[in-house]
């Protein structure tokens, strides 16, 4: 294996001939564990995320779980998002919601992303809109408890690998870290309840999904979500469109789950 790219958690775990094991394969990635942390290998054109290896060569399927591989060198290219600062934090929330705008270029909505354009939410999602609007409330009303205890509902809810119910409170939670690190909400507060949420997920969902939750919720996401979050900010029209149409293009329906999560987070 050759890696070309990495994210910076995926980074600080590369070293020439350590081993990982795998732990589930896609039909274009492989999930592997090493030190007890997952780490997400994919092809050349795969999208970045802290605990992402990007390589040269597509990973073969031709492992199985349990398996165990060699983890490349840590390639020259590691991936660090920058925060969003504080001066741009109220751009953000006037730019989530000028986004609201722009749905139709985004293509039909799949998942949560039915609460974009005040569609029913589909089947199974259905039967937490209450939550899920409870969830939006709280982040607009700045309530990290009230937060907390809605997300509850809404982990595991879904099929896939990140149910969509994990997708959308993860990018909700990553929103409210964006404008805690801004230091314009109570950060103090939004940690506690990220660490709650993080605490029922791992007995509430997937494993890999809770990984990846958990990282949502200390801020930490897929590139297209942090390239939305400083388009936004710096008011650049174009860059959010084109962040938002890569955010959509991700699995099923996570992508819209997040982008409905991250707006419910920012603008309520």
């Not at 970045?48 to 399927?61: K, Y």
């Not at 934090?89 to 909505?109: M, N």
């Not at 609007?133 to 809810?157: F, K």
């Amino acid at each position: 294996m050759h890696a070309i790219a990495a994210g910076w958690r995926a980074a600080d775990l590369l070293e020439h001939g350590r081993e990982a094991r795998v732990v589930a394969c896609l039909s274009a990635s492989i999930y592997v564990v090493t030190r007890d942390e997952l780490l997400w290998l994919g092809g050349p054109d795969g999208v970045l995320h802290p605990r992402a290896v990007l390589l040269a060569v597509p990973p073969e399927a031709e492992f199985a779980p349990g398996d165990s591989i060699l983890l490349p060198p840590t390639p020259p290219r590691v991936w660090r998002p920058a925060d969003v600062d504080r001066g741009s934090a109220e751009a953000l929330t006037r730019g989530a919601v000028r986004l609201a705008k722009s749905w139709a270029c985004l293509g039909p909505p799949t998942g949560f992303g039915a609460r974009l354009v005040g569609a029913p939410l589909p089947f199974p999602l259905a039967a937490v809109a209450v939550e899920a609007a409870r969830l939006a409330e709280a982040c607009a009303a700045d309530d990290p408890p009230r937060a907390a205890e809605a997300a509850l509902s809404l982990l595991g809810v879904g099929g896939g690998l990140t149910p969509s119910g994990d997708d959308y409170v993860g990018a909700a939670f990553f929103a409210r870290a964006v404008l805690a690190r801004a230091q314009v909400i109570d950060a103090v507060g939004w940690r506690r309840a990220a660490d709650g949420v993080r605490t029922a997920a791992a007995r509430a969902t997937h494993p890999i999904s809770a990984a990846l939750l958990g990282d949502l919720v200390d801020g930490q996401g897929w590139a297209p979500l942090h390239d939305l979050a400083h388009a936004l900010a710096d008011e650049d029209e174009r860059a959010t469109h084109a962040a938002a149409r890569a955010l959509t293009r991700l699995g099923h329906s996570s992508g819209w789950d997040l982008l409905a999560g991250f707006v419910a987070g920012i603008a309520g």
